[in-house]
C-alpha cells in the first residue's frame, strides 16, 4: 500500500493565521482526502482532492476557509486560513486503494495536531 | 452511502476474544464492509474487509450474514495493544476514489 509523508506532524499557531499542511504520497494516486478529527471524536470528511481540477468540498467546509491545492498525482496542500480557536483539531489526508491492491484499504497519514491559540 | 451503527465502547481483559457489531441496514448491493482501527494519534490503519459469509486474515475475522445489515469483526486473544478506536464503514470496492464516511467507531479497552 502507498506510504504517506504528513507535515507538520504538529503546530501551534495565532488565531487569524493560516498554515499549510503537506501530504506527500510515494506514488502515483487519483484521488487525495482531506479530514479533520477533533478530540475524542470521529472523522470527519472535508474535502476530495483531484488532480488538475478542483476540489469538491463536503457540506459545512468551504473553499475559502480550507483552499486545497493538488499539484500533480503524489502531493497536496490543505490550508487552514484566517484560523480560529475551533480550528484546534488533528487533519488527516488520506489516499485510495491501489487499484492492484484493492483489498488492503485506503492509507491514512499519520495527521497534523493543529492548536489554535 | 450505508450508515453504520456500532457501539460506542467496550471493555475486554487480555487474552479474551472481542467481538464487535455493527448495523448497515441501507447497504447497497456494490458496497463492501471495511474495518479500521486507529490508534491515539495515529491515522486509521486497514484491518479487513469483507463482501459475504467469513473473511480471516493475520489480525482479525470478519463475519457477515446472509443479509449483509450487519456484520462482526473478531478479534481473538486481544492484548493490551489492541486498545484503540474501531470503525466499520460501508463502501463500493473495487475503486480508488470512493470518499470514505467514518460513523463514531467503537473504543475498545484491554485490561490486564
Redo the contacts between chains.
Sequence with gaps: ?AV?SQKPSRDICQRGTSLTIQCQVDSQ???M?W?RQQPGQ????IA?A?QGSEATYESGFVIDKFPISRPNLTFSTLTVSNMSPEDSSIY?C??????ST??????????T?LTVV | LAKTTQPISMDSYEGQEVNITCSHNNIATNDYITWYQQFPSQGPRFIIQGYKTKVTNEVASLFIPADRKSSTLSLPRVSLSDTAVYYCLVAPSGGNTDKLIFGTGTRLQVFP
Aim: avoid cysteine.
Design positions: 500500500s504517506i494516486v487519483t484521488m482526502f479530514y470521529s472523522l470527519t470528511l476530495t483531484n488527516l488520506s489516499v485510495g486503494r491501489d487499484s484493492y483489498m488492503y484499504g485506503y492509507t491514512f497519514g499519520s495527521g495536531r
